[in-house]
Structures are given as structure tokens and as C-alpha cells.
């Protein structure tokens, strides 16, 4: 149980695109999800935290506007990378919670590059 | 503000031997939880072993068990009889069930090599 699907996998794209990255929970409501970026060799860093049906919590210094996050169902929350650049490439995962205090299941992660 | 300290970059170790993974955390909290993650080279974040700060007892899973030391606030992982599909990145993390956003903290990872 507590299965999280994130897709894609992988993303390659010119420079000015928007991406969408999708994270869903398979067998459980996910009240929260949490969306993490990871440059090489690095520890994850929390770049939002969304509750279904309210806007997403956003860590200091991560531009809201430049990445899109929306938690419209229990199941499912995007990430949409606007106007993408090359500095934006990197690895991005998701995480869903079932309720307060509970683990965290990630999604497999998505490795986005900008060209 | 909670902090969690990972002071070993990067281990290697023999097949079958027993390693042990430090980790040590910073918080005023009584109760929280402590997880260690593994994250292989394909980069799926695995959640190896979860202890609440409340129980005295060591968590164990099989081949992992953690060393709770709450007075100290020290959180080691020790892996039995490695083995070389345990070679991945490690990381201790931190998280307070009573706050309002309840995310995770992550320490900066221990690289592990089990060596054939």
C-alpha cells in the first residue's frame, strides 16, 4: 500500500517551455502532498507544501510564480515549472501524506532537463 | 528551529560486515519522529526504518536498527550483514507531528559503498 505515482520520468525540453509534473497517491487520500527539488549529490530541499483545495505554502526563496503548484483532489497534485530555464533543471519529487503526522511516500522522482 | 546533522559524507564497507550510520538532531520538542531513508542510484527515496520519539525501544527491520539515544538526541543507523544492494545515499530526517506544516527535515546524506 501507499503507492505514489509521479510522471514523467523524465522530461527534456527547450528553453521557454512550461512543464507540468504530475503526483498522484494510488491507494490512499493524500491531504498533503510536498513537492522537493535535489541537485547532485544533495541532501532534498523543500520547495512547497500543498493541502487539497488551499494554495500551496511555499519555502522562502522559492519563486511562486515560476513554479505552479495546485492540490485540486486528495489524489492528485501538479507541479508546473513556467517558463523553464536551463537553471531549472534538476530532480524534482513528490511526497504524500494520508493525514498529520503520518510518513511521507514519494513518487519516483523526475528528472527535468532544459536545453 | 530543528536541524538534523549527518557527519559522515561517505563510507565504504565490505560485503557482510555491519556499518553504522550517525546522525544526530537539534530540537526542543518531547515527541517527534526520526526516519531514515535510502535512496539508491535510481533515486527512489525508500523509507528504511521509522522511529516515534515516545517509544523507549529500538526500531528494527530485518537487517536495520537504529540506536535512540533521546538524551543525547542521536538517531545511528546500523545495517547487519551488508549487502551490495544497500549501496545507496542515506539520509536521517527529522519531523515534528505537532506543527502546523509537519514537513520533514532532511540531513545532507552519508554516501554508502558496500564493497564486494
Known amino acids: 500500500g501507499a503507492v505514489v505515482s509521479q510522471h514523467p520520468s523524465r522530461v527534456i525540453c527547450k528553453s521557454g517551455t512550461s512543464v507540468k509534473i504530475e503526483c498522484r497517491s494510488l491507494?490512499?487520500?493524500?491531504?498533503?502532498m510536498f513537492w522537493y527539488r535535489q541537485f547532485p549529490k544533495q541532501s532534498l530541499m523543500l520547495m512547497a507544501t500543498?493541502?487539497?483545495?488551499?494554495?500551496?505554502?511555499?519555502e522562502q526563496g522559492v519563486e511562486k510564480d515560476k513554479f505552479l503548484i495546485n492540490h485540486a483532489s486528495l489524489t492528485l497534485s501538479t507541479l508546473t515549472v513556467t517558463s523553464a530555464h536551463p537553471e531549472d533543471s534538476s530532480f524534482y519529487i513528490c511526497?504524500?501524506?494520508?493525514?498529520?503526522?503520518?510518513?511521507?511516500?514519494f513518487g519516483d522522482g523526475t528528472r527535468l532537463s532544459i536545453l | 528551529a530543528q536541524t538534523v546533522t549527518q557527519s559522515q559524507p561517505e563510507m565504504s564497507v565490505q560485503e557482510a560486515e555491519t556499518v553504522t550510520l550517525s546522525c544526530t538532531y537539534d530540537?526542543?520538542?518531547?515527541?517527534?519522529?526520526l526516519f531514515w531513508y535510502k535512496q539508491p542510484p535510481s533515486r527512489q527515496m525508500i523509507l528504511v526504518i521509522r522511529?516515534?520519539?515516545?517509544?523507549?525501544q529500538n526500531a528494527t527491520e530485518n537487517r536495520f536498527s537504529v540506536n535512540f539515544q533521546k538524551a543525547a538526541k542521536s538517531f545511528s543507523l546500523k545495517i547487519s550483514d551488508s549487502q551490495l544492494g544497500d549501496t545507496a545515499m542515506y539520509f536521517c530526517?527529522?519531523?515534528?507531528?505537532?506543527?502546523?506544516?509537519?514537513?520533514?527535515?532532511f540531513g545532507k546524506g552519508t554516501r554508502l559503498h558496500i564493497l564486494p
Open positions: 511526497s504524500a501524506r494520508a493525514g498529520t503526522g503520518g510518513s511521507q511516500h
Open positions: 491507494d490512499f487520500q493524500a491531504t498533503t
Open positions: 500543498s493541502n487539497e483545495g488551499s494554495k500551496a505554502t511555499y
Open positions: 530540537t526542543s520538542e518531547s515527541n517527534y519522529y
Open positions: 522511529q516515534e520519539a515516545y517509544k523507549q
Open positions: 530526517a527529522f519531523m515534528n507531528p505537532m506543527s502546523r506544516d509537519d514537513k520533514i527535515i
